[in-house]
């Protein structure tokens, strides 16, 4: 009866023991992710702690994204969204870890979960992805999405969606037949304003099995600023060192509004103009100098600011090529042909006439080579 009972009495402290230690163990997680999107860790944890911190991290040599939660019972299980960050290279090296503190920061446990590798999107047959999605958006307005995608199936449709917590929301979609390609759709805007939204990019075959899917999270339906500013138009090219008109749209609730629009390139702000507006809504255009170097990596920023200067509004628009009016240039050209064969040459123009003619020709020490040349007239 003593033996026996010394087994009991020895039992219960062994399991009071391993009640008292503070663990934490990921349960399960997925060893192979996407760059830019989130994933569910769930957790099991003990503590001997009246309260503790927990730690889930997503790291390669360094931490990469971090999210805690405050636990307060002995034990159980928790379930947290992790970040995979969007530019995390594709490949292996990468892991997860769990950790408890105590309130003060104490540390309590740590697990290293190795193994984590991001798939290389690029190796997949089909892929979509919308092209510098919005984070925030005005309640009912049109807003136009660019979709990249990739396919293995001849025709293909191409969709974009707003979601909420209930579901989808409003869509849209197109047909696609090109391998590889971008398309642009318009989408309405939800109607209700809040910070619960998420895009959805999806690529369906023709009998709308899912091919591929981007979800963004964390979008943002705002009610529309009573000051706003926006460029009507924007050129996709200006030429060189010279006076460009630009129109603007805005509407004010302040009495005293400027409206200002800039060059901007890789190193900053440049020349810049603005002038005073009145009327609580309308377009004005200002000419602004152009660039005095040429380049493919400019912008135009508008700004409205008020009497104070204060920032009420910005609209930044990128990608303007900075060019000489007349212009040509070969794209890529061979350094090596086959004689008395046709060769297919690429070339990028600009001109400030109505119409123009294009030459291409081969050239030897003596001068342009007999018969060896093409033309085509130029219109856009």
């Known amino acids: 009866m003593k033996k026996k009972l010394y087994l009991l009495f020895f039992a219960m402290l062994f399991m009071m023991s391993l009640q008292a230690q503070n663990t934490i163990t990921i349960v399960d997680p997925p060893t192979t992710v996407k760059a830019g999107t989130y994933v569910d860790i769930t957790f099991n944890y003990t503590l001997d702690e009246a309260e503790a911190w927990a730690y889930i991290r997503f790291k390669d040599s360094d931490n990469l994204t971090e999210v805690s939660i405050k636990l307060t019972e002995p034990s159980g299980t928790e379930t947290l969204s992790l970040e995979i ?63 990249s995608y990739k396919k293995d199936v001849d025709v293909a449709y191409a969709l974009i969606r707003f979601k909420d917590a209930s579901g989808n929301l409003n869509q849209a979609f197109e047909e696609v037949t090109d391998a590889t390609g971008e398309v642009t759709l318009s989408l309405q805007a939800p109607e209700t304003p809040g910070s619960d939204y998420s895009l959805q990019a999806q690529l369906f075959t023709t009998e709308w099995e899912p091919l591929a899917t981007q979800d963004i999270d964390g979008i943002t339906v705002e009610e529309p600023s009573p000051n706003s500013i926006s460029i009507v138009n924007p050129p996709s090219s200006v030429p060189l060192g010279e006076m460009v008109d630009i129109t603007l749209s805005y509407t ?56 104070d200067w204060d920032v009420l509004d910005t609209e930044n628009v990128g990608g303007i090529t900075v060019a000489v009016p007349n212009s040509i240039t070969i794209v890529n050209p061979p350094a090596t042909v086959t004689a008395d064969s046709t060769v297919d040459i690429t070339f990028s123009y600009t001109k400030d006439v109505d119409e123009a003619w294009a030459f291409i020709r081969f050239k030897d020490a003596d001068g342009n080579v007999a018969d060896a040349d093409a033309f085509v007239q130029v219109t856009d």
């Open 85 to 147: 960050p969007a530019d995390s290279p594709p490949g292996d090296g990468y892991s997860y870890q769990a950790q408890l503190f105590s309130t003060g920061w104490s540390h309590l446990y740590t697990q290293n979960f190795e193994g984590i590798s991001i798939e290389d999107p690029s190796a997949a047959p089909n892929i979509i992805s919308i092209v510098n999605p919005p984070s925030t958006v005005t309640i009912g307005t049109t807003v136009d999405f660019t979709l």
């Open 252 to 307: 004010k609730d302040v009495a005293i509004a400027y409206a200002l629009v800039r060059f901007t390139g890789p190193e900053g702000n440049l020349e810049q103009i603005y002038a005073e507006v009145f009327d609580d809504e309308g377009t004005l255009t200002l000419s602004v100098m152009s660039p005095s170097d040429s380049g493919s990596d400019y912008g135009l920023q508008a700004q409205l600011f008020s009497a």
